[in-house]
Nanobody, 121 residues
Framework: QVQLVESGGGLVQPGGSLRLSCAAS????????MGWYRQAPGKQRELVAA???????NYGDSVKGRFTISRDNAKNTVYLQMNSLKPEDTAVYYC???????????????WGQGTQVTVSS
C-alpha cells in the first residue's frame, strides 16, 4: 500500500501565503516526479507545479513567480509554498507522485485525498 497525505490547506486572505505538504508512505522503492494539481468547481484539474527527483521544476503559467515547489527526498515529501494568493487560486489541491514499489516494478501514479485552499476576504 502507498499513501499520500496532504496537509496545510485552509482559508487565507488575498495576498496571503500558505504552505502545503504531502508525505508519501508505505511500500516505496523509489519516487520519480512529484507534483501538485488543483481543481476548482466546474473546472478541469490542472497542473500547478511538478518537480523531478533531481530537482527540476515545472509550473503552471498562472502561478509562476508566486508558488515554489520543493521536495525532501529523504522524507518522501513534497512542499508547495504559495505566496501572493489570489481568489482565483481557490481550489482543492491534490498531491501526485510517480512511485515504483519494487526494483523491477513499473512506475505508477498515486494521488492524495486533496486539501481545500480558499482565498477570500
Amino acid at each position: 500500500q502507498v499513501q499520500l497525505v496532504e496537509s496545510g490547506g485552509g482559508l487565507v486572505q488575498p495576498g496571503g501565503s500558505l504552505r502545503l505538504s504531502c508525505a508519501a508512505s508505505g511500500s516505496i522503492f523509489s519516487i520519480d516526479a512529484m507534483g501538485w494539481y488543483r481543481q476548482a468547481p466546474g473546472k478541469q484539474r490542472e497542473l500547478v507545479a511538478a518537480i523531478t527527483s533531481g530537482g527540476s521544476t515545472n509550473y503552471g503559467d498562472s502561478v509562476k513567480g508566486r508558488f515554489t515547489i520543493s521536495r525532501d527526498n529523504a522524507k518522501n515529501t513534497v512542499y508547495l509554498q504559495m505566496n501572493s494568493l489570489k481568489p482565483e487560486d481557490t481550489a482543492v489541491y491534490y498531491c501526485n507522485a510517480n512511485i515504483r514499489r519494487a526494483i523491477l516494478a513499473a512506475l505508477r501514479d498515486y494521488w492524495g485525498q486533496g486539501t481545500q485552499v480558499t482565498v477570500s476576504s
